[in-house]
């Protein structure tokens, strides 16, 4: 079992920035890759940024590239999400997730692929 637990979510307004980070317990050392993604009401689950645990490859959606920046602390079992140039379209609430296994994903983006998750962590971008 792997136990994710989010924060530095909050408000912020269009332009500006913030850093999520996702702490991670338990069998850590067994899952491969960790991601985050959004979900707005009324939308679907959208995956943000994802990274491999083992070679650091990073992957992100098309709505948040060259804005958005995961990264890995092994040492600290810790993703984080730093998340510039702020656009309205980016609230949501932001979750944490990791892979249940050592595999390589078909589509690291894919929510449907990953095992475990965090409470979430709300963000808010007003324009």
């Known amino acids: 079992q792997v136990q994710l637990v989010e924060s530095g979510g909050g408000s912020v307004q269009a332009g500006g920035s913030l850093r999520l980070s996702c702490e991670a317990s338990?069998?850590?050392?067994?899952?491969?890759?960790m991601g985050w993604f959004r979900q707005a009401p009324g939308k679907e689950r959208e995956g943000v940024a994802s990274?491999?645990?083992?070679?650091?490859?990073?992957y992100y959606g098309d709505s948040v590239k060259g804005r958005f920046a995961i990264s890995l602390d092994n040492v600290k079992n810790t993703v984080y999400l730093q998340m510039n140039s702020l656009k309205p379209e980016d609230t949501a609430m932001y979750y944490c997730?990791?892979?249940?296994?050592?595999?390589?994903?078909?589509?690291?983006?894919?929510?449907?692929?990953?095992?475990?998750w965090g409470q979430g962590t709300q963000v808010t971008v007003s324009s």
């Open positions: 997730a990791a892979v249940g296994g050592m595999h390589t994903l078909t589509n690291p983006l894919s929510w449907a692929l990953y095992n475990y």
């Open positions: 338990g069998y850590i050392y067994s899952s491969n890759a």
């Open positions: 990274i491999y645990r083992r070679d650091g490859r990073t």
